[in-house]
């Protein structure tokens, strides 16, 4: 018996020590994984230079261009006047604020026009990376092409992509042996050069290939046909990269351009333009795919731009039996088409783990928005945000110095971006952008896992880039002179000044247009005005804790303050007389009218999609932290907000956390005539229907070749920049804003709006040249679900109909202040099984055949039901709400007479 227990003995020892090793095993193996995987990269941080200084360069190799190349645009009013005393009154008005002479005024907006339009800061290597590593499917080579295989070129580049060609240029009609085989744009030989490219006066970095291979060019680049763009010559195209380059096999052969090792001869550069130089609404060109400088203006935004075609190249339209095309099958291409045209998600790189597409913003009446700054637009700055530039630091801006303390550490400053993170004074602002498109992504890439996350963010921190990025000085040393060119031309466009623009107004002293002035007063001024009266005295409005708006910790309680008063008749009374009469300061309402109070709102107010006020990349030590006032990181939580389930459209509620999250602030209404459609995701407007049919050209065929021109023959055409086309999509919008009834509906659920769903069966795809090659065989017979026979990563298809942010906003992480890391891994582990075993049960069907088999749409729809996936993804999702175009239901409930009156009043903004 005893031998007995002690064998029992022996054995229970083992399993316990055989268990603990494994326990040990595994918990080493967790320990690596954390390090690996999703732990910050601590010890690389700041240690990093970008080419320009390993080129021995720094930032005074880089100044700004003084080239009077794109004066015709932004109305001419940059262009040399004939006399010291015909300069525009803009140009008299910005040099008398700034204490220098109207010449000297003209050139630093000149300065800052050329940095707008044509500068890159080195940002071609991170859109060179992402061509390598987003899967075959976004490339900005393909799309400075003209390639017969593709569906657009320069011929229909303004119909199918929404991007500006640049004058000067004429389409590719065969290849060019001259630039490696490429089918890029031409450059017109009658026109002057660019003098941007010009290697001599602006030299560029002589790094790897460049002044071997390949020519070492200008650090502008040159221009490439789309404004916006510039090619660069790719300093990893050495012998070897030439030896095995083949532009026949790049534009057609998929084994080919999708390997990620693929070396092209030019990466690509983006400037700001690319996303917000578009057709001057009051002078639009004849032909939007040929326009003239003059009919280009850089602060409209990108309004027409599809982001669905532009980062996924290889797209078409659907044909004439409206049949899902190709590129319906990628669950990329789905995400992308989550983009209205003009909107983007400006966190696509630094995921926060939601899908949220905003507008390109408009940059309108700046000079109007820095006076607001002074009155409410005070914010504390602490730590690394102290880091950011300011006016007084130069002497072209020192006139401008009041709006920052250094002893209190307090700046006035205006809020660029939609939730009013970016509040560290405008060139911060300006900064930041760069940063967000690209430059130093040495550093950048570094502190995050680019696209789709899992990695702890951190933050990007000036001080690093100062000392290690040459680009970054250089932008720096730059903005000064953009902030002045868009404080003399990012002016209002009136449509009276538009063609034939006075025959849609009624006349400004009409009794409707008289009506709509009190309508606004009544209704709207208290957020979209920055002519607002003085509070009273100690009501605590304007004083006390909350002076200068009141950001900070206790700004719900000024906000409810200034609430209460802007709903009180003695509030309403003054903004009736300013509406009707000339105001204190002699002027009309209109004039010198930001047309917002740029005071952040709260998301429980407002009421529109809560994923866009939830951004957290600029909480506390996120990747932007150095961007974020301190104000911003310390607001408090708003009010629980409600939800709609995707299939049912039952409501919840959803308690958003503060910290920064929860507010947006007002939209301007300056030029909003133009600017539509409406909301912060340009949802307001928007028709689907259009968005992947055909038009039909004057031959029968279904095409984006029919030529269209200004004036336009069809005013419903949403691709035309022309004044009828805009104001038929204004009054689309700004009906579906007063009117919520007519909004677009969600055809399979109850919810009040609609919600991003895909367009097909839909997969989620890597093409085989991702998979290392020896086990494609392998991963293939061990996860057949997953991996297609030739060896590439396919997995679904989700079906027709399936809400897209049900997936993308699935939460890889905690945010930086939520503590609990351990208890949201449980969470997705206890989703996972979940899910695996959804996507098992698709089985990979993503063939196009068996995409297109109406069987496999039926199946899906089983799979998702059955196994509860919906209600998985929400359980792990950081934004539950997919209804897009809720919200903003003021005004809904006003007499139609009023609503109509309202409208006539707001053309003339």
């Known amino acids: ?225 789309i404004i916006g763009l510039r090619l660069f010559p790719n300093p990893d195209f050495d012998e070897a990269a030439k030896a095995r380059w083949d532009a026949d096999r790049y534009y057609n052969d998929p084994s080919y351009y999708n390997d990620p090792n693929l070396v092209r001869p030019y990466r690509v550069g983006m400037s700001c333009a690319f996303c917000h130089v578009g057709p001057n609404p009051i002078n639009p060109p004849t032909d939007p795919e040929n326009p003239a400088w003059e009919n280009l203006t850089s602060n409209p935004g990108a309004q027409y731009y599809w982001v669905d075609r532009i980062f996924f190249w290889d797209t078409r339209p659907r044909g004439k039996d409206g049949a899902p095309t190709p590129n319906e099958g990628n669950f990329l291409y789905q995400l992308f088409h989550t983009s ?307 299939v049912s459209g039952a409501p919840s509620s959803f308690q958003p956390l503060g910290n920064g999250r929860g507010y947006f602030r007002p939209a301007s209404l300056v030029s909003v005539w133009s600017t539509a459609p409406f909301l912060s995701n340009n949802s307001l407007g928007l028709e689907e229907t259009k968005r992947h049919a055909h038009r039909a050209s004057s031959e029968g065929a279904y095409s984006y070749k029919a030529v269209d021109h200004c004036p336009s023959a069809n005013p419903d055409n949403p691709d035309m920049p022309c004044v009828e086309n805009r104001l038929r999509q204004f009054d689309r919008s700004i009906h579906e804003l007063l009117y919520p009834e007519r909004r677009r509906k969600d055809p399979l659920s109850a919810a009040p709006g609609y919600m991003y769903r895909t367009t097909a069966p839909t997969c989620i795809r890597a093409p085989k040249e991702f998979t290392p090659a020896p086990l494609r065989s392998s991963l293939h017979w061990l996860l057949p679900w997953a991996f297609q026979p030739d060896g590439g990563f396919a997995v679904g298809p989700l079906p027709k109909d399936f809400p897209i942010n049900a997936l993308t906003n699935t939460k890889l992480l905690p945010d930086n202040d939520e503590t609990d890391m351990l208890g949201h891994l449980w969470k997705l582990a206890r989703a996972t099984p979940t899910l695996l075993s959804t996507f098992s049960q698709f089985g990979g069907a993503c063939s196009a055949e068996e995409l297109a088999d109406p069987g496999t749409q039926v199946r899906a729809e089983r799979v998702v039901r059955e196994t509860g996936l919906l209600d998985t993804l929400m359980s792990v999702s950081k934004c539950q709400d997919y209804v897009v175009n809720r919200g903003h239901y003021f005004g809904a409930d006003l007499p139609a007479a009023d609503k109509e009156a309202l409208i006539e009043y707001i053309k003339h903004f």
């Open 1 to 225: 018996m005893t031998m007995v227990s002690s064998k029992v003995f022996r054995v229970f020892r083992w399993t316990l020590a055989i268990l603990a090793l494994l326990g040990l095993v595994g918990v080493a193996l967790l320990t690596w994984a954390y390090f690996a995987l999703v732990a910050p990269r601590w010890s690389e941080f700041g240690t990093v230079k970008d080419e320009a200084m390993r080129a021995g360069l720094t930032r005074k190799n880089f100044p700004a261009a003084d080239d009077e190349y794109f004066t015709k645009m932004d109305k001419g009013l940059l262009v040399k006047p004939t006399d010291a005393n015909s300069y525009p009154p803009e140009i008299q008005q910005i040099a008398s604020i700034a204490k220098l002479t109207p010449e000297e005024v003209r050139k630093s907006a000149i300065r800052g026009q050329n940095g707008w339009i044509a500068w890159t800061g080195g940002n071609d290597r991170f859109w060179d990376y992402a061509a390598r590593n987003l899967l075959g499917a976004f490339d900005l080579l393909k799309v400075l092409s003209s390639h017969k295989s593709m569906y657009y070129g320069r011929h229909n580049r303004w119909a199918y992509l929404g991007l500006v060609n640049e004058p000067c240029f004429s389409e590719a009609d065969a290849p060019d042996p001259s630039r490696y085989g490429l089918w890029l744009d031409r450059r017109d030989p009658s026109c002057p050069p660019d003098p941007f490219a010009d290697a001599k006066k602006y030299p560029g970095v002589k790094i790897g290939a460049r002044g071997q291979t390949t020519p070492v060019g200008s650090y502008y680049g040159e221009p490439s046909g």
């Open 340 to 646: 209205p045209p003009g909107a983007l998600d400006t966190s696509l790189v630094s995921s926060d783990y939601m899908n949220n597409p905003r507008t390109m913003n408009a940059v309108y009446n700046t000079l109007d928005r820095l006076v607001l700054a002074q009155r409410w637009g005070k914010e504390k700055l602490a730590g690394g945000e102290l880091d950011n530039k300011q006016f007084g630091d130069y002497s072209l801006t020192t006139a401008l110095g009041s709006f920052w303390d250094s002893r209190s550490g307090e700046v006035h400053t205006m809020r660029v971006l939609k939730d009013g993170s970016d509040a560290v004074g405008a060139l911060g602002a300006f900064n930041r952008v760069y940063l967000n498109i690209g430059l130093f992504s040495e550093e950048w890439l570094l502190h995050f896992r680019p696209f789709v996350g899992g990695r702890k963010i951190t933050p990007i921190k000036i001080s690093d880039a100062d000392r290690n990025s040459a680009y970054w000085g250089a932008t720096e040393d730059m903005t000064p002179d953009m902030a002045v060119f868009f404080l003399t031309a990012g002016r209002a466009d009136k449509l009276k000044d538009a063609p034939n623009g006075a025959s849609y107004l009624k006349p400004y002293d009409s009794e409707i247009v008289k009506r709509g002035k009190l309508v606004f007063a009544e209704n709207c001024a208290a957020c979209h005005s920055s002519k607002i009266p003085p509070a009273p005295a100690n009501s605590g409005i304007d004083d006390g804790i909350c002076a200068g708006g009141g950001a900070g910790p206790d700004y719900r309680q000024c906000w409810d303050r200034y609430w209460q008063w802007a709903h009180s008749d003695e509030f309403k009374k003054v903004m009736k007389q300013w509406v009707l009469e000339p105001g204190p300061d002699g002027k009309d309402f209109l004039d010198g009218n930001y047309l917002s109070t740029e005071r952040r709102i709260p998301l429980d107010l407002v009421q529109v999609n809560a994923c866009g006020p939830l951004a957290s990349n600029a909480l506390k030590d996120d990747v932007w932290n150095d961007f974020s006032s301190d104000a911003y990181k310390t607001l408090p939580p708003v009010k629980p907000v409600t939800i709609n389930h995707p």
